[in-house]
């Protein structure tokens, strides 16, 4: 899929037009009700205020939490449009609902540079059955859709390809950035281009991995659905996670591998547990000797090693899903070892979202990467070479 002839919003004259911009305001809040992250907020920030600047009357749409199509006040944007106010340093019009008479109202009195947020999409069933009458009905509030939410760029809902039907449709700086940085990497990458693929299950990845395999000079696979592979290399796991009747197909993939010249590497040596809990007794094995009863919760020392010196001399590295369970202490330093081989390669770096995300984020090695990707879900079918529907659904420059 080569989206990088997209429109984007600097491509088109957005002075004194309705512009309806999909972000992705699904934050997390504590138990006091506040905004516990606002990453995705602040990240949506760059195209609000050039549209600002630009004297667009702009109207806001998102979702949040999954208020199963009905107006559930606990779901509300309320709290999106006071920290959005703060960051804007203006007031942003916080409508009652979403196509009914308090959103249309705003959106008809909105004066150049004004700023308002309707609420909930999802508070609407039609939303993600991406109703045409519904899809229409928040379109004619509008004279431009900006799309800027990578996150949901994956579903074909009203408010993320729908609308574009019925509007001039363009995308924001933020899908222009993943865009633009994935796109290329995947277009046309620095080579050697290295993958890394981790997370729990081979089925979750088989797409990613046969379109990986027809670019990469290395793919580096960790995490739970390794032992797949290791199980079809005639090893026993014991009770690590292995899908048997995904067996056959990881004999495939290694065989397309080496047919391809493609350096597969799994774990040579792990951290395996006595049962699946963060407390629980540990022991450092290689992968042809993981005693019965015991768990592989973490790539080995030896293999952090042979997948950083592989890291080491990349041009382009794309990592999607961590090296173990890292959340847990004892299990999170395989995946140290990889954000850090990743972090000090100098190569075009790439974080698709998610798990492996947080990780980077978490150990402080978010600076150091070229490009951490803004939605987990999306990132993988983009590495897949699906077509994402909000993408696809904007126009083409000339």
Request: charged fraction near 30%; hydrophobic fraction near 40%; glycine fraction near 6%.
């Given at each position: 899929?080569?989206?990088?002839?997209?429109?984007?919003?600097?491509?088109?004259?957005?002075?004194?037009?309705?512009?309806?911009?999909?972000?992705?305001?699904?934050?997390?809040?504590?138990?006091?009700?506040?905004?516990?992250?606002?990453?995705?907020?602040?990240?949506?920030?760059?195209?609000?205020?050039?549209?600002?600047?630009?004297?667009?009357?702009?109207?806001?749409?998102?979702?949040?939490?999954?208020?199963?199509?009905?107006?559930?006040?606990?779901?509300?944007?309320?709290?999106?449009?006071?920290?959005?106010?703060?960051?804007?340093?203006?007031?942003?019009?916080?409508?009652?609902?979403?196509?009914?008479?308090?959103?249309?109202?705003?959106?008809?009195?909105?004066?150049?540079g004004e700023v308002e947020l309707i609420e909930n999409v999802r508070f609407h069933k039609e939303e993600e059955k991406n109703d045409p009458a519904f899809a229409k009905e928040l379109a004619s509030m509008a004279d431009i859709y900006v799309n800027d939410a990578f996150g949901t760029a994956h579903r074909a809902h009203a408010s993320t390809a729908g609308v574009a039907a019925y509007l001039p449709a363009v995308c924001g700086f933020l899908i222009q950035k993943e865009i633009t940085i994935m796109g290329g990497a995947l277009a046309d990458p620095k080579r050697p281009f290295v993958a890394i693929l981790g997370g729990a299950k081979v089925s979750d990845k088989i797409g990613v991995i046969n379109n990986l395999l027809e670019k990469v000079d290395t793919l580096i696979i960790g995490g739970g659905m390794a032992y797949t592979f290791m199980n079809a290399m005639g090893y026993s796991v014991g009770t690590s996670i292995c899908e048997a009747d995904k067996v056959d197909l990881a004999k495939d993939m290694m065989a397309k591998a080496k047919e391809k010249g493609v350096k597969f590497l799994i774990p040579i040596d792990n951290i395996v547990a006595d049962k699946y809990a963060a407390d629980a007794a540990f022991q450092t094995v290689d992968s042809d000797k993981i005693p019965d009863g015991w768990m592989g919760l973490d790539i080995g020392p030896k293999t952090a090693e042979l997948f950083s010196d592989a890291i080491k001399g990349a041009g382009t590295v794309v990592w999607n899903g961590p090296m173990g369970v890292s959340e847990w202490e004892n299990f999170a330093n395989g995946t140290i070892a990889v954000a850090k081989a990743v972090a000090e390669s100098g190569a075009i770096s790439i974080i698709g979202g998610g798990d492996s995300a947080a990780a980077v984020e978490k150990l402080g090695f978010a600076d150091k990467m070229t490009h951490i990707s803004t939605g987990g879900g999306a990132s993988l079918e983009f590495l897949e070479g699906l077509e994402l529907p909000g993408i696809a659904c904007l126009n083409e420059k000339e």
């Open positions: 899929m080569n989206y990088l002839n997209k429109k984007s919003v600097e491509d088109i004259d957005v002075a004194g037009k309705k512009v309806l911009v999909r972000c992705d305001f699904n934050v997390p809040f504590d138990a006091e009700g506040n905004i516990s992250d606002p990453k995705r907020i602040n990240e949506a920030l760059k195209t609000i205020k050039y549209l600002i600047d630009h004297k667009a009357k702009v109207i806001l749409c998102s979702h949040l939490g999954r208020p199963k199509g009905e107006f559930n006040m606990k779901y509300s944007l309320a709290p999106v449009a006071a920290y959005l106010s703060k960051a804007l340093g203006q007031e942003v019009k916080m409508a009652k609902d979403v196509i009914g008479e308090s959103a249309k109202g705003i959106a008809a009195s909105l004066q150049e």
